[in-house]
């Protein structure tokens, strides 16, 4: 009997390899004044007028607060391995500081409690950008003391989860935070500093570093890593400052976050920039960087798009991919994203390029070698334009197709004989479970294996949905 795509995929799949879902607190919890909940940075930034595409609020989002046994029973009908979710700082410290609150944390008990149930093993994000707000205020990653913070809510998380978390991630993606939140201001906080937003990188590593040994000491169990968003990146041409860009950009994006935590060194930058990077090195003190490169148990990646680089600004100044608002700070940038007419885009504009993810993966054991851990997908995924209400499953087959060339192009790159044999490829994450409040793009961009209506809150699986039910299902027939 002819193989179905999906049994092909399920048998390539190695031994032990998880096969999860992710999501983020505030991209679905809602519920933002309940239950002593504080206000985070994101919750001032969304109400600010004109920074949200649709003019959306996030306050009630999926409203996954009050509706977690429906979201965990989905999670329990997908057969996933694992479940990566995060917990939303002010929601168990409204303050940043000082007093914790019991019923945000009974909250994630529960939560953590039902997987386990289900079977499923908790992967838990500290930090997805909700810094509660009067950390913000006080200069949120512009200050060195958010570190020291976040260390303590580490500490605190670990003593009271860590009988129960299966891997723990301290941050995701402070590349995005740095950039779209401190530099461009397209995401909370809103600045525009450009390059004065470089101690924010500098405040977020050491936040990581303070966080592993933080959990290190107050939990025995769980593995511990970090998440960063990668891209491979090219230039446009092959003109020498388009070359030179494209290196400022990879230095910028890939190297300034990964170097440091897997070597111990921030990258070098292309003399066009070596000055401006003064407000990074100012920030940093003797130990830090020791500090920072911490053993981790594994590695996250983050990988949705490659990209192109042109120097100059580039002639409409665009904002990044995705992002609705031409701030003014785009147009002080020395260089700007190219495109790629060669590939198909999802909803959001972004390429799809699957052969990249291998590509990426290449580039993680070319530059980090023996001092790569175990690399786990913690997000792939896409965004197609979908019905705000359905009557049924959406055939989002175009998204079957992204997870499934995503998926198989990274086991073929690190399989025996592949480009990045020797990478251990632990796990693959799935972005997301649910429609949710993508950040600047409010409610227009929907993501999820679940199609959410909006007014209703109804939760209606899509054809995505069921491809990954049948994949965690064939690799059971597979093993057996
Ligand atoms: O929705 C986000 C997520 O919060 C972080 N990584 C990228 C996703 C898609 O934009």
New binding site residues.
């Given amino acids: 009997m002819p193989r179905t795509a999906v049994d092909r995929l399920a048998a390539l799949l190695p031994p032990g390899f998880t096969l999860g879902v992710?999501t983020?607190a505030?991209?679905i919890e809602g519920a933002v004044d309940d239950d002593g909940r504080g206000p985070s940075g994101w919750d001032a930034f969304a109400h600010s007028p004109g920074t949200i595409a649709d003019g959306a609020s996030p306050d009630i989002a999926d409203d996954h607060y009050h509706r977690a046994e429906e979201d965990l029973a989905l999670l329990s009908r997908l057969g996933v391995d694992a479940y990566r979710l995060s917990i939303a700082w002010p929601r168990v410290q409204p303050d940043g500081r000082g007093a914790w609150n019991e019923k945000g944390w009974a909250f994630y008990e529960r939560l953590l409690d039902g997987l386990l149930e289900a079977g499923i093993r908790p992967v838990v994000t500290l930090y997805?950008?909700d810094t509660p707000l009067p950390l913000e205020e006080a200069g949120g990653w512009l200050s060195r003391e958010t570190a020291e913070r976040f260390s303590e809510y580490a500490a605190e998380a670990g003593r009271r989860l860590g009988d129960r978390v299966d891997q723990w991630i301290t941050l995701?993606?402070p590349a995005?935070v740095t950039l779209n939140g401190y530099a461009l201001g397209v995401h909370a906080p809103g600045k525009q500093l450009l390059y004065e937003a470089l101690p924010s990188v500098h405040h977020q590593l050491l936040a990581h570093g303070l966080g592993v040994q933080a959990l290190r000491a107050s939990t025995d169990d769980g593995k511990i890593g970090i998440t960063n968003?990668h891209a491979p990146v090219s230039a446009k041409s092959w003109r020498p400052f388009d070359r030179l860009h494209a290196g400022l950009f990879d230095a910028i994006f890939n190297r300034l976050f990964a170097d440091p935590i897997l070597l111990g060194r921030y990258p070098r930058v292309p003399w066009i920039a070596k000055r401006n990077f003064a407000p990074l090195l100012d920030a940093v003190r003797p130990g830090d960087l020791e500090l920072i490169q911490q053993p981790l148990d594994f590695y996250g990646l983050?990988y949705?798009y490659p990209v192109r680089i042109g120097a100059g600004a580039g002639p409409a100044a665009g904002a990044p991919t995705?992002h609705h608002r031409r701030v003014a700070a785009l147009k002080r940038l020395p260089f700007h994203l190219a495109d790629f007419p060669e590939f198909p885009r999802t909803g959001?504009g972004w390429p799809i390029a699957p052969a990249h993810l291998g590509t990426l993966l290449v580039q993680m054991r070319d530059r980090y070698g023996d001092t790569l851990p175990p690399i786990l997908i913690t997000?792939n995924?896409a965004?197609f334009p979908e019905p705000a209400s359905t009557d049924g499953p959406i055939d989002d087959s175009e998204r079957i197709d992204y997870l499934a060339a995503h998926l198989e192009s990274a086991l073929d790159s690190v399989a025996p004989g592949g480009p990045a044999e020797g990478v251990e490829l632990a796990g693959w994450f799935v972005?997301?479970l649910l429609d949710?409040f993508?950040?600047a793009?409010g409610y227009t961009?929907r993501?999820g294996l679940v199609h959410v209506d909006f007014d209703t809150l109804e939760r209606t699986p899509k054809a995505s949905f069921e491809w990954l039910r049948q994949l965690t299902a064939a690799r059971e027939r597979t093993a057996a």
Avoid: R
Wanted: overall charge negative; charged content about 10%.
């Fill in positions: 992710a983020a505030f991209q997805h950008w995701n993606e995005t968003l983050n949705y995705g959001f997000e995924g965004s972005w997301t949710n993508e950040w793009a961009q993501f």
